[in-house]
């Protein structure tokens, strides 16, 4: 029988209240256990013990199938002794220079293939309605509070077309909005700012837009934001791809544009980390699969199943026991793109977006409260209207296709790659679900590729993750 144990530089203790604690000093954590995962970590300490002595030890309502998920989820967090724990104990990130400073030659890294991101704005005003416009750098928000603002503006000085996001304890400067627009847009949808002082005068992050970069031990990976007819019309007309626009991305990571860092260390999946060459090795491959695919469903899945494979290959080489289980990756997804989300999930979701249009009604928000409350409309409809049928046109399947291929190149980093493979495979499964829902509406049996469009502006658009801005300026 295996005998399994806690790393032997782990400390449990206790705190203040009472709550157990685990200091992990080599990766400079300490973890919060409730009772039972306390009992489990005192009887793994020392010598450790075998599964049987584990069930005995853990006293009634303990079988051997219990204990073996909660020795899957400690080793999952890297608290077992073995190879796993070792592995990522021994992975350090890549030391990062400051962005600004090396933005002139920190390699840039675009999604490849046939159809590379192309977008040319079309001047319509659809990005300024943001849920958060920023964050602003320090430069950017003294220019525009110095600016006197022109005639499309609503306020008068730039000092009153700043507002502050608090998050985790800091402060982040965006555009001021009302009812879902900048203050510093017109009626006719365009920036006053823009028209005034020039595009320059533009705050960093309304430059950027639709550009997303994340930046790896490899360099800047950039990516769009697809929720733009912009990019539609660019792909169909073949403009230039935005790879061709070096010195413009350039100029805005100098500026001080925001690059998410990828998660470190990289997992497959929670718990099972991966050196960075297997890894990006990984990701090569996942892409290669789903560029060949033609639906994004198809995309999500093929690439599932590469990352099923690999996971499978390194969990076999960090085994700690056979009671230790590896999560699934396929089945998950297939579930979700299938809209076989669990009622629970659902019936959450649409309460809590319910909730958040509510509150945001009280605040004079209706832009946003609509798409919060479109966006519950769409998680209920898998419950109350589960036969939309309609076909997508050839457009709106590309569109969705090319989301999972953009995203695959960037977001899927940051955190584990089944996880990231989740969210996509979410995020596409409601987009596709909300167009279909336009064209039932429309009394069409044919998904448009502006339905998709307005879907994946939906879908993109409805909530700023802070998390992700909190952590990338940390």
């Given at each position: 029988?295996?005998?399994?144990?806690?790393?032997?530089?782990?400390?449990?203790?206790?705190?203040?209240?009472?709550?157990?604690?685990?200091?992990?000093?080599a990766?400079?954590?300490?973890?919060?256990?409730?009772?039972?995962?306390?009992r489990?970590?005192?009887?793994?300490?020392?010598r450790?013990?075998e599964?049987?002595?584990?069930?005995?030890s853990?006293?009634s309502?303990?079988?051997?199938a219990?204990?073996?998920?909660?020795?899957?989820?400690?080793?999952?967090?890297?608290?077992?002794?073995?190879?796993?724990?070792?592995?990522?104990?021994?992975?350090?990130?890549?030391?990062q220079?400051?962005?600004?400073?090396i933005?002139?030659?920190?390699?840039?890294?675009w999604?490849?293939?046939?159809?590379?991101?192309?977008?040319?704005c079309?001047?319509?005003?659809?990005?300024?309605?943001?849920?958060?416009?920023?964050?602003?750098?320090?430069?950017?928000?003294?220019?525009?509070?110095?600016?006197?603002?022109?005639?499309?503006s609503?306020?008068?000085?730039?000092?009153?077309a700043?507002?502050?996001l608090?998050?985790?304890?800091?402060?982040?400067a965006?555009?001021?909005r009302?009812?879902?627009?900048?203050?510093?847009q017109g009626d006719?949808?365009?920036?006053d700012?823009?028209?005034?002082?020039?595009?320059?005068?533009?705050?960093?992050?309304?430059?950027?837009?639709?550009l997303?970069?994340?930046r790896?031990e490899?360099?800047?990976?950039?990516?769009l934001l697809?929720?733009?007819?912009?990019?539609?019309?660019?792909?169909?007309?073949?403009?230039?791809?935005?790879?061709a626009?070096?010195a413009?991305?350039?100029?805005?990571l100098a500026?001080?544009?925001?690059?998410?860092?990828?998660?470190?260390?990289h997992?497959?999946?929670?718990?099972?980390?991966?050196?960075?060459?297997?890894?990006?090795?990984?990701?090569?491959?996942?892409?290669?699969?789903?560029?060949g695919?033609?639906?994004?469903?198809g995309?999500?899945?093929?690439?599932?199943?590469?990352l099923?494979?690999?996971?499978?290959?390194?969990?076999?080489?960090?085994?700690?026991?056979?009671?230790?289980?590896?999560?699934?990756?396929?089945?998950?997804?297939?579930?979700c793109?299938?809209?076989?989300?669990?009622?629970?999930?659902?019936g959450?979701?649409?309460?809590?977006?319910?909730?958040?249009?509510?509150?945001?009604r009280?605040?004079?928000?209706?832009?946003?409260?609509?798409?919060?409350?479109?966006?519950?409309?769409?998680?209920?409809?898998?419950v109350?209207?589960?036969?939309l049928?309609a076909?997508?046109?050839?457009?709106a399947?590309?569109?969705?296709?090319?989301?999972?291929?953009?995203?695959?190149?960037?977001?899927?980093?940051?955190?584990?790659?089944?996880?990231?493979l989740l969210?996509?495979?979410?995020?596409?499964?409601?987009?596709?679900?909300?167009?279909?829902?336009?064209a039932?509406?429309?009394?069409r049996?044919?998904?448009?590729?502006?339905?998709?469009?307005?879907?994946?502006?939906?879908?993109s658009?409805?909530?700023?993750?802070?998390?992700?801005?909190?952590?990338?300026?940390?």
């Amino acid at each position: 029988m295996t005998r399994y144990r806690l790393r032997p530089e782990l400390r449990l203790q206790r705190d203040a209240q009472g709550r157990h604690l685990l200091q992990d000093p080599a990766l400079r954590r300490g973890l919060r256990l409730g009772a039972d995962d306390a009992r489990l970590a005192h009887a793994l300490q020392g010598r450790g013990a075998e599964i049987a002595s584990l069930v005995r030890s853990l006293g009634s309502g303990s079988d051997a199938a219990a204990v073996a998920r909660r020795l899957s989820g400690l080793a999952r967090l890297y608290l077992l002794d073995g190879k796993r724990s070792a592995t990522r104990v021994a992975l350090r990130p890549a030391e990062q220079p400051d962005l600004a400073s090396i933005a002139a030659t920190v390699p840039l890294l675009w999604p490849r293939g046939p159809n590379p991101p192309r977008h040319r704005c079309v001047a319509r005003g659809a990005c300024c309605s943001s849920s958060f416009l920023g964050p602003m750098t320090a430069a950017d928000r003294v220019r525009v509070e110095g600016l006197r603002m022109g005639q499309r503006s609503r306020v008068a000085d730039g000092s009153d077309a700043i507002e502050l996001l608090v998050h985790g304890g800091r402060e982040f400067a965006g555009m001021a909005r009302q009812s879902g627009q900048c203050v510093a847009q017109g009626d006719d949808g365009l920036c006053d700012v823009h028209a005034t002082h020039g595009y320059e005068v533009k705050p960093v992050p309304c430059r950027q837009f639709p550009l997303r970069f994340h930046r790896s031990e490899r360099g800047v990976h950039v990516s769009l934001l697809l929720a733009c007819e912009a990019y539609s019309e660019a792909r169909e007309a073949q403009q230039e791809p935005w790879s061709a626009r070096e010195a413009e991305v350039r100029s805005l990571l100098a500026e001080g544009a925001v690059a998410v860092p990828l998660a470190w260390p990289h997992e497959l999946t929670v718990g099972v980390p991966e050196a960075s060459d297997a890894y990006w090795s990984t990701v090569e491959a996942m892409l290669d699969a789903a560029r060949g695919e033609a639906t994004a469903a198809g995309a999500l899945l093929a690439a599932a199943a590469i990352l099923q494979q690999a996971t499978e290959a390194r969990a076999a080489t960090l085994r700690e026991g056979p009671e230790i289980a590896t999560p699934a990756v396929l089945e998950p997804l297939a579930a979700c793109l299938d809209g076989r989300f669990d009622s629970t999930w659902i019936g959450a979701r649409v309460e809590a977006l319910r909730a958040r249009a509510d509150d945001l009604r009280q605040r004079d928000e209706p832009a946003d409260a609509r798409r919060l409350a479109r966006l519950g409309e769409v998680f209920a409809s898998w419950v109350d209207a589960p036969d939309l049928a309609a076909d997508c046109d050839p457009t709106a399947t590309r569109l969705l296709h090319d989301v999972v291929v953009n995203d695959l190149a960037a977001a899927v980093g940051l955190g584990p790659l089944d996880a990231g493979l989740l969210a996509i495979g979410r995020k596409v499964a409601a987009a596709e679900r909300d167009a279909r829902l336009r064209a039932a509406q429309g009394g069409r049996a044919t998904v448009h590729g502006e339905d998709a469009t307005l879907a994946l502006k939906l879908v993109s658009r409805s909530e700023v993750d802070v998390a992700d801005l909190a952590r990338a300026l940390a």
